[in-house]
């Protein structure tokens, strides 16, 4: 591993992920992404359960009846927690809707023998666009903001690396949901930003480690080729150790948590395993292949003319 070209052997480890971001895409183009409550729009619907209740009958009445995707949450603790918002998408046809809601009723019935419907609502696909467009934009501000920090703190091709990077592993994550059709919420979106933050911390270490060697090295013994494969080896066990005992932590609230943490947890996974992989075996390589770059050659021919040595 101490002789290892990890900026020459650059293809080989996009491979990997260019194959699951082309399946991803196809998987999306064929049937699409399987878009949650908090964006398609839905039906809200109120229990009054007149007694302490577990949201997995809740979950499980639906289920007999044929409805699988359930958001349920809970009003008050103890003895008080006795009203349940269950969220559903709408179902066009108003005759089997109210069927659903009398079949459920009746399934929970023979548990909780005091519950009723207290209300229906709807909620509309406008609100749900707002949602993509806020995400979108949180998505943007926060590339945009960590590159022009990213730019001030070591240089602009570091910035563009790290963006480049940071692209990668969104993509893996919409492709993750895309493969496996699961569904994407609110708690996609959480998890695609915690994500951002995560990983451009390994990037900034593997950027800093470069920086340092760029400093103290011979440019004419060390090319940007070897500072970026000299700077890959010394930070990637500290990357891979963060990102284990992360891991670690996170599994553990899939296995035991409940639905709601799971669909938080699980991209968070995904994406901790694409950040480090991207900090590691994408970001460098960029940054050093952008120097080979005739822009970027102009302006750094000083240091480029070692390359040629």
Known sequence: MKTFEFVAKSKYFAIGPALVILLGIVMALVQGFNMGLDFSGGSLITLEMDEEFAERDIRGAFAENGVKEVQVTTSGQGETRTTALVRLKTIEDGGEETALRVAVIDSLKAKYPGVSMASVERVGGVASGEMIQNALLAAAIACALMMVYITFR??????????????????????????????????????????????INDT?????????????????????????????????VRCINTSVTTLIVISALYIL???????????????????????????????????????????????IKYRKA
């Open 257 to 303: 948590g409940v639905a709601s943490i799971k669909e938080f947890s699980l991209p968070i996974i995904v994406g901790l395993v694409s950040g480090t992989y991207s900090s590691i075996f994408i970001a460098a390589p960029i940054w050093s292949a952008l120097y080979d770059k005739p822009f970027f050659k102009k302006r750094h021919k000083s240091e």
């Open 204 to 236: 900034i270490v593997v950027f800093d480690r470069i920086r340092e060697n760029r400093n103290r090295l011979s440019k004419k013994e060390y090319p940007f080729e070897a500072v970026a494969n000299r700077s890959i080896r010394e930070t990637m």
């Open 154 to 199: 070591f240089e602009l091709l570091s910035g563009i690396a790290a963006v480049a990077a940071l692209l990668h592993d969104l993509l893996i994550m919409l492709s993750f949901m895309a493969i496996f059709n699961l569904t994407i919420n609110s708690s996609f979106i959480a998890a695609v930003l915690t994500i951002f933050g995560y990983s």
